[in-house]
């Protein structure tokens, strides 16, 4: 298997991926009916969510006329725990070697929940929204759609890593008013993912970055409050 190509996914993982689709979803429903000042940005991740579960559904199914395409958590479940603790393992080894370190979220400052739900909303559901959306939906599309214009094999998947990652600090700026500094961290964290991504073949690499490193910044936040 080439480095970009695809990977297949698991019977059992498929439905693990649908079960956690719609637990999100469900959260995100009583987010924004319990909790008023985050109401319109958890709209905003039930949009991707929602979009996320399409494109994943359609691909699931192979009813698509055009490059709906989406990357799961892998083929097997051992392939997405190690891709998982590898991602994670990641970013704790940045934060053992330099003292503390965690990547600039916007999201701590900007979203208006608190706890025991902010733990609940930042640490899982904001990153697991994030990473099926931004690498499992719009990488793998932008890249199968480019091939249909013609960019090339060798040529689309490098393009869909830098397009993907300039949106997704742009979002960072729009839904949380990321500064510049955290615009470059996201882009360089997006980069990182998406080949941890293909290397473990499994988005379980930039679950794990994501989940532990929100993690890492919200105990730096509240003072290692949980």
């Known amino acids: 298997m ?4 695809e990977w297949t996914d698991g019977k059992k993982l498929e439905a693990l991926s649908g ?9 995100l429903a009583w987010v924004i009916t319990n909790i008023p000042d985050e109401a319109n940005r958890a709209i905003i991740f039930l949009v ?3 979009a996320a579960t399409i494109f994943w559904t359609a691909d699931s199914i192979k009813r698509r006329s055009i490059a709906f395409d989406s990357l799961d958590l892998g083929k097997t479940g051992n392939i997405a725990l190690k891709a998982l603790l590898t991602g994670a393992g990641l970013i704790f080894l940045l934060n053992i070697s330099a ?22 909303y930042i640490v899982l559901i904001a990153p697991y929204v994030e990473e099926r959306f931004f ?23 490098y393009i869909s890593v830098l397009a993907t990652s300039l949106i997704f600090a ?3 700026y ?17 980069v990182v993912a998406i080949l941890g991504n293909q ?28």
């Not at 080439?2 to 190509?5: G, N, R, S, T, V």
Request: glycine residues 12%.
């Open 19 to 27: 079960f956690l689709n719609l637990t999100t979803i469900l959260a």
């Open 99 to 120: 003292q503390g370190f965690s990547i600039p979220s916007p999201t701590l400052t900007a979203i208006q929940i608190t706890q025991p739900w902010a733990l609940f």
């Open 199 to 226: 290397v473990s073949q499994s988005i379980g690499f930039g679950l794990g970055m994501h989940f532990l490193n929100n993690l890492f910044a919200y105990l730096a936040t509240t003072g290692g409050t949980l």
């Open 2 to 5: 080439a480095f970009w190509d």
């Open 135 to 157: 690498r499992g939906v719009v990488f793998p599309s932008l890249k199968g759609y480019l091939r249909e214009l013609g960019a090339g094999f060798r040529v689309a998947p």
């Open 48 to 50: 991707l969510i929602l």
């Open 174 to 190: 729009l839904a949380y008013g990321a500064s510049g500094d955290a615009m470059t961290v996201a882009f360089i964290f997006s």
């Open 170 to 172: 742009f979002f960072h």
